[in-house]
C-alpha cells in the first residue's frame, strides 16, 4: 500500500484510486508561478522492509503496486558504461545509457508504470501533453500494452519525435502553441473526456516510474550509492525521480544518505536554476535548442528544488553552444545522445572540478544519458560535414587523407 502525500502542505491523503495533484495547494495554480500541489506517493514501511531483506532489488520492489507486464515492455537495467576520454582524468565516472530504452529515452520509466496502472484500473486511454519524447514513449507502451494515447505537442517538435509517436498508432495532435500551452489542453481534456492523464508530475505515478534509475545504479555499483549524479532538467520530473529512489533506498536502510544530485539546465530555459539560486518561482519564456528541457513553467519545478536540497545538491546551466560541443563530443567516445540529454555531460565537465576537491579523484560520479541523438538530428545542422561523394574508381581511393 502507500499514500500520496503533497510536496507543499504535506497533507496525507489516503486512497487507492488515481489523484493528480493536491485538492487544497492546486487551487492556488496562477499559471504564473511554478506548479503547487505535486503529490508524492509514499510506500508503506513493510514494503520497504521486505525490499531490505533482499540480497538484490529491483524496481519491482520500489514499485507502488504490484506490475505484470514487464516483459512486454522492458525498462532496464540499461547499461552503464565507463569512457576515459569522458571521464577528465577521473577515476570512477560512469554514463547509464537510457537513451538505450526502447523508444529511445529515459521517459519509457514513467510512461511503462502509467501503462501498468492504466491495465490495472482498466483504463483503455492515456492523454498526455509532451515536447517529444514522453510522447514517444507513451505510444511505444501503448502499442506494446494495447493502449489508446492521445498526444498533444507543440507543432515546433522536432520531427523524429512526432513521427515515432505517429508509427507508433499514437493519436497525435500538434497544438499551435508551447509545451507549456499542450499541458494544459491536454489536462482540460482528460477532465471532459475521461481517460488517464500521463502528464510528467501532474501524475504522480510517472516519479515512481523515473525513480526505478536509482535503483538500478544501487545494484550497478555493487549495492553502493554514487557520489554525485548529473541529471538534465526541464519540468525537474526526472531529477525529482532519480532523487525520490534514493530516498526510498535510504528509507529502507540500504543506503544511510543521499548522494548529492547537480541538475543541468540550459541557460536558455532555467526558471528551476533561478528558483533554487534566488527563490524566484515564476514562469519564463524558455529558448533553447535542447528542446525536451525547453520549460516555461516546470510541473515538478517547486519538488525538484526542494529535493535537490535535501541531497547537498545544486543547479548549473550550460549554454547551448556548451551544450553541442558535448553532443558532439559524447557521439565521438561512443554515446549517442541528444541534445537535452548531453546537458548533463555538459554539466559534469564544468563541475569538475568541484567534486574532485570535493571527494578526491576517486569520485564516484554518474552522469546520466537521456535520450538517444536520433531523436533529433537537426540539432547537427552546420556543426558537421557530409561529404562530398567520391569518384567511382580505384585511382580516387589515393586522393583519401586518413
Ligand atoms: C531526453 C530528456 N532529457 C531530459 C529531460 C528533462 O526531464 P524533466 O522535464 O523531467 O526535467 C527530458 C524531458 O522531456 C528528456 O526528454
Known sequence: ????????????????????????CSKENDGKSFLKGILSVELDDE??????????????DFYPFETKYSSYFPVGPTPLMRSEKLSQGLENVYFKLDNLLPSGSFKDRASYLVGELALKLGERKVVLASTGNAGAAMSAVGAALGLDVLLFVPESAPVNKLMQSILYKAHVIPVAGTYDDAFALSIEYTKRHGGINRNTAYNPFTIEGKKSVSIELFEDLGRD????VYVPVGDGCIISGVIKGFMDLKRAGLIETLPEVVGVQSTGSDAIKRAFDFADYSSI???????????????????????????GGRMISVTDDEIISAELELAGSGIFSEPASSAAYSGFVKDR????????????????????????MKAFDGKVRMPDAMENDVSALDKIRF
Not at 500500500?1 to 487544497?24: G, I
Not at 514494503?47 to 519491482?60: C, D, G, I, R
Request: glycine share 4%.
Open 353 to 376: 572540478e568541484r567534486i574532485e576537491k570535493k571527494y578526491g579523484p576517486g569520485v564516484k560520479a554518474v552522469v546520466l544519458v537521456t535520450g538517444t541523438a536520433f531523436k533529433d
Open 285 to 311: 519564456v524558455a529558448d533553447t535548442i535542447a528542446d525536451s528541457i525547453s520549460v516555461d513553467l516546470p510541473a515538478a519545478g517547486r519538488m525538484a528544488v526542494s529535493y535537490v536540497k535535501k541531497t
Open 225 to 228: 550509492k554514487p557520489d554525485v
Open 47 to 60: 514494503t520497504l522492509s521486505k525490499a531490505k531483506a533482499k540480497e538484490h532489488v529491483t524496481k519491482e
Open 1 to 24: 500500500m502507500f499514500k500520496y502525500v503533497c510536496s507543499d502542505c504535506h497533507r496525507e491523503y489516503l486512497t487507492e484510486s488515481l489523484m493528480y495533484t493536491c485538492p487544497k
